[in-house]
């Protein structure tokens, strides 16, 4: 009777150690899973920073018809842009997490720099230039949506103004480039008074008073009506915008 009852006692601490190591299981599984579910907030920040120095490149190069630098540019903003797509489409960070649209565009994103790609190594340096210019739209198109417009995206809506200016200008409309004008000068100052990006440096402050400069002089050139200065002055304001959105432009986050 006491060997039975010592097989039964033996058996039932078998089954409760078999019964805890199941649990200690399933609890351990879920911990995992919780954490392959985390998104990596860091990383993200790094990859679209990465991204987006790659854009601004890319952008730059090809509009000096910089062939072999463009492509290796475009290249990598191809990669960088499909490793955010592989990697966070299905699972945004936090300040996307409740846009309905961020999976479809970043892969958006990701074919409008294929494309730019795919035209670059046709020959066609200049359509791969144009090409990469929707990706302004859809990244401040995705910052509003989403509550986070900077510094950046405020450059975004000053060049957008900036070239139905030049437009205008390069069609000796002198009277519509002078309805820019005002507009062109408070575009710029949200600008200024914008929040400054993480790569701002002591040049900075300077770098955006010349593009302050550029349009009181193609104000000036207005006043005037000499259409043959607007133009060149139009196309100064261009260059001096160039420099700053070079230097600290933000499209991609």
């Keep these: 009777m006491k060997l039975k009852l010592l097989s039964l006692c033996f058996i039932l601490v078998l089954s409760l150690s078999f019964i805890s190591g199941c649990v200690d299981e399933q609890t351990k599984s879920a911990e995992n899973s919780s954490i ?10 790094e990859v679209m920073k990465e991204a987006n ?30 490793y955010v797509s592989d990697n966070y489409g299905q699972a945004p960070p936090a300040m996307y997490a409740n846009d309905t649209s ?16 795919e035209l670059l190594a046709g020959g066609d340096i200049e359509a791969a230039h144009t090409a990469l210019e929707p990706m302004r739209d859809l990244f401040y198109s995705l910052h509003e949506r989403n509550g986070v417009i900077r510094m950046g995206d405020l450059l975004t809506v000053f060049h957008a103004t900036m070239e139905e200016a030049i437009g205008a200008a390069s069609a000796n ?15 710029w100052q949200n600008v200024t008074n914008a929040e400054k990006p993480s790569s701002a440096d002591e040049n900075y402050a300077q770098v955006l008073i010349q593009v302050d400069n550029a349009i009181v002089v193609l104000n000036n050139s207005v006043s ?29 986050s």
């Design 224 to 252: 005037s009506g000499n259409s043959t200065e607007v133009k060149t002055n139009a196309e100064n304001l261009r260059l001096a915008f160039s420099k700053a959105f070079a230097k600290y432009g933000v499209v991609i």
């Design 173 to 187: 409309d002198t009277e519509k480039v002078a309805t820019y004008v005002p507009k062109l000068k408070s575009e």
């Design 36 to 45: 392959s579910g985390t998104v990596d907030e860091v990383k993200f920040a």
């Design 102 to 117: 961020w999976t479809t565009e970043i892969e958006r994103a990701k074919l409008i720099a294929s494309n730019s790609q």
């Design 53 to 82: 120095s790659a854009y601004i490149k890319s952008l730059v190069l090809t509009s000096q018809k910089n062939v072999s630098a463009s492509q290796a540019s475009i290249d990598e903003l191809v990669n960088k842009l499909t």
